[in-house]
């Protein structure tokens, strides 16, 4: 599969949403709403298997008329989102208009998912993915399933993906500007231009990883309270808590470059030249030209999960001319 294929448009930014930062925080300031197509909402809540009891919550989106032959699509949020994200609910309202039934799946310790789990989600707990894909009935995961990542969420299932390889229950992967380095992204999220971004994300981090359910020591609690960046608080929380001897370590077992050359099945992978959050020189050290299942889409434009086009917003259409791309495969195989 191409982008060609897809039959794709090039982005172009919509007035005056101009920018990477404008890009970034249109949604921010203008708060928009979704029309959602007729369609019912199903709340599921999907254990995990490490042991820890803890639960995570998802919503089953499904149409008033599902279509015939199609996959479930997973999607899966960035920090500090959650399944009522604008993005998620922007892409659900799409799909759910076209037959596909959606998953939007609340990561661990987000949203309603915080009351039950000790534990708190990161970038690299795909295995929570595979056991709430576990979790679902035979019904819904019978035609496969289409995992679908924003940010944080989008390393999360290109992890998954190369993982599984060929043999697994995801057939297809989107990913929407993911922290494939999270070295990179971390440090440059220090940057002085970057700092008003740090500072949102980071205070609603905080305030759903010490949240009620959360089961954290007195130190880890305080090493919480003092992380001034993301630079603190991976090296004195995220790698500590979960087993890590350094933050090099956690970074290096969990992002996403490392798995992308096992992927096995069609995958595109969409980041904005102009992404104030993730740094885009992580996408150039990645041959993608030797990753055969992999489509990579770069625009000049978009910021971070932005891509405010002309036309509505480019992602989505992106994700529904991949699925469309899928199912003509399909039917062709």
Same mark, same amino acid.
């Given at each position: 599969m ?6 794709l448009?090039?982005? $172009?930014?919509? %007035? %005056?949403?101009?920018?990477?930062? *404008?890009?970034?925080? $249109? ?6 709403? @979704?029309?959602?197509?007729?369609? #019912? ?13 803890? @639960? ?6 499904? %149409? ?7 996959p ?18 922007? @892409? ?16 661990? &310790? ?26 679902? #009935? ?7 399933? /289409? ?22 229950? /995801? ?15 971390? $440090? ?10 740090q ?10 990883y ?26 004195? @929380? ?25 992927? $096995? /099945? ?14 885009f ?9 030797? *990753?055969p ?6 625009t000049? &434009? ?14 989505v ?17």
């Amino acid at each position: 599969m191409t982008l060609d294929e897809l039959g794709l448009s090039p982005f $172009r930014p919509r %007035p %005056p949403w101009l920018g990477g930062h *404008l890009q970034t925080i $249109r949604n921010a300031l203008m708060k928009p709403m @979704v029309a959602r197509p007729p369609a #019912s909402e199903t709340e599921l809540r999907l254990p995990v298997s490490d042991g820890t009891g803890d @639960v995570l919550h998802a919503v089953l989106d499904q %149409p008033a008329a599902a279509g015939e032959g199609l996959p479930l699509v997973l999607l899966a949020h960035g920090i500090a989102g959650s399944a009522e994200s604008f993005y998620m609910r922007a @892409v659900a309202a799409r799909l759910l208009g076209l037959g596909y039934r959606v998953l939007r799946v609340n990561l661990r &310790g987000a949203g309603p998912s915080r009351i039950d789990c000790k534990r708190h989600y990161h970038a690299g707990r795909s295995q929570d993915l595979r056991d709430a894909i576990d979790g679902l #009935s035979p019904e819904l995961t019978a035609l496969g399933i /289409v995992a679908v990542g924003f940010s944080l969420g989008g390393n999360t299932v290109l992890k998954l993906a190369g993982e599984q390889g060929a043999n697994g229950p /995801v057939t297809g992967v989107v990913s929407i500007c993911a922290p494939i380095d999270l070295g990179a992204t971390t $440090r440059a999220m220090n940057r002085r231009g970057n700092r008003f971004y740090q500072s949102y994300l980071l205070k609603a981090f905080k305030a759903e990883y010490v949240a009620p359910g959360a089961e954290l020591s007195a130190p880890l609690r305080a090493a919480v309270a003092a992380a001034e960046s993301f630079v603190d608080f991976d090296r004195n @929380v995220t790698a500590p808590r979960n087993d890590y001897a350094s933050p090099e370590a956690f970074h290096a077992a969990n992002s996403a470059r490392h798995f992308v050359d096992r992927i $096995r /099945v069609p995958t595109l992978v969409i980041a904005a030249k102009d992404d104030p959050i993730i740094p885009f020189s992580t996408y150039r050290a990645v041959e993608w030209s030797k *990753l055969p299942s992999i489509m990579p889409a770069f625009t000049e &434009g978009g910021g971070h999960v932005g891509h405010h086009g002309r036309g509505g917003i480019w992602y989505v259409d992106a994700v529904e001319k991949f699925l469309s791309a899928l199912a003509r495969r399909d039917h062709h195989n």
